[in-house]
């Protein structure tokens, strides 16, 4: 046997020489860290299903907010869990609902040390669940539904949000909410587009920690996970329209549409990594399955190495910690 020429192993001999060639680097700045908030609750409750995440009263919040800052993140993007819900979801539209209350807070609290961003959609408001309102016969709306959204982007524009995340997948989203927004002189108020989104099984502890009143599924607004190409449709789109950072979300499962949508557009591309995401390797990890600390950097290495530039992850404040060592 003739011995190889050419040895790739070489340049990984030494922890040095393999942090000299490395590709990829996660950067605490690109990470952005989801936060729960919930009206009426003077202490955070756990989040079972995600263990070391809660649902943060309103004082708790700015906690995290401020450590989240301390520690370099990029921003957040805050979801709010109201006391009650009706069928149209005016909690989100209420300026002294609990995630436009929020909004103010927490700006207050970190000023332009973080991107602050709110999660655009009905479903945490709605009590049947849905991302938007819903015509007599039980579908959902959606030319109703961006009136709505028109709205919501107004109620949290004025309580000080930096960007908008329009996450309901209704056709059209991005350019009304850019256009209300333009219309009340909030033209520097950013939009994050949920663009590729999918009707994912991933979401399923996510649809505890907003304690969710959903029954059923959101197959008919998003996506399908068999479909690539029409992610790439849907980020395209967005950016049409005016979205300044476009998402894919998922993100473990979807590391081919970020690449896709990286190459075909010139905007930041976001990537949410996803409650599921995180309960499988919490749980795996706590059952001494899966060496918890080095999955978790490999796997928002992978998803930075597909194409995102920015990571949305309920391990962001740790992760920062750890990609600092
Ligand atoms: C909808 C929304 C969802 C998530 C973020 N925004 C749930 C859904 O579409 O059902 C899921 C996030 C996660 O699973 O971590 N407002």
Redesign the pocket.
């Known amino acids: 046997m003739t011995p190889p020429v050419v040895r790739p192993r070489r340049l990984r001999t030494t922890p040095a020489l393999r942090r000299m060639v490395a590709e990829t680097a996660v950067r605490p700045g690109q990470l952005v860290l ?1 936060l729960f908030v919930r009206e009426g609750i003077s202490a955070p409750v756990p989040v079972s299903s ?1 263990p070391g995440v809660v649902q943060h009263s309103r004082s708790s919040l700015l906690k995290a907010a401020h450590e989240a800052a301390s520690l370099g993140l990029g921003g957040l ?1 805050l ?1 709010g869990i109201p006391e009650s819900k009706d069928a149209t979801g005016s909690g989100g539209i209420d300026p002294a609902g609990i995630l436009n209350l929020a909004i103010t807070d927490v700006v207050a609290e970190v000023g332009d040390a973080l991107t602050v961003m709110s ?1 655009l ?4 408001f709605t009590d049947h669940g849905h ?1 938007g309102v819903l015509t007599p016969d039980g579908r959902v709306d959606n030319d109703r539904t961006l009136a709505a959204y028109a709205q919501m982007a107004l109620a949290q524009a004025e309580s000080g949000v930096d960007m908008v ?1 329009p ?3 209704m056709d059209g989203q991005v350019g009304v909410v850019r256009a209300a927004l333009d219309a009340a002189e909030h033209q520097d108020v950013g939009i994050l587009a ?1 663009s590729a ?1 999918y ?2 099984a ?6 505890e ?2 304690s ?1 009143s ?1 029954i059923g599924d ?1 197959r008919t607004y ?1 996506q399908d996970p068999a479909n690539a190409l029409e992610g790439v449709r849907e980020a395209l789109l967005d950016v049409e329209q005016g979205a300044d950072v476009v998402m894919v ?2 993100a473990l499962g979807y590391l081919d549409v970020i690449r896709r949508v990286r190459d075909a557009v010139t905007v930041p591309v976001a990537a ?7 309960a499988m390797v919490e749980a795996a990890a706590a059952n001494g399955w899966i060496d918890r600390e080095p999955a978790i950097v490999e796997a928002l290495t992978s998803i930075h190495r597909a194409g995102a530039d920015v990571i ?1 992850t ?1 391990w962001a404040a740790e992760a920062a910690r750890l990609l600092d060592r």
């Open positions: 989801p995600m993007m979801f999660d959609c009905l479903d945490e991302c995340g996450s309901g997948m949920y989104k009707a994912s991933f979401f399923g502890p996510f649809r920690a907003v969710s959903l959101r998003q979300k998922p949410y990594n996803v409650s599921g995401e995180y949305l309920y």
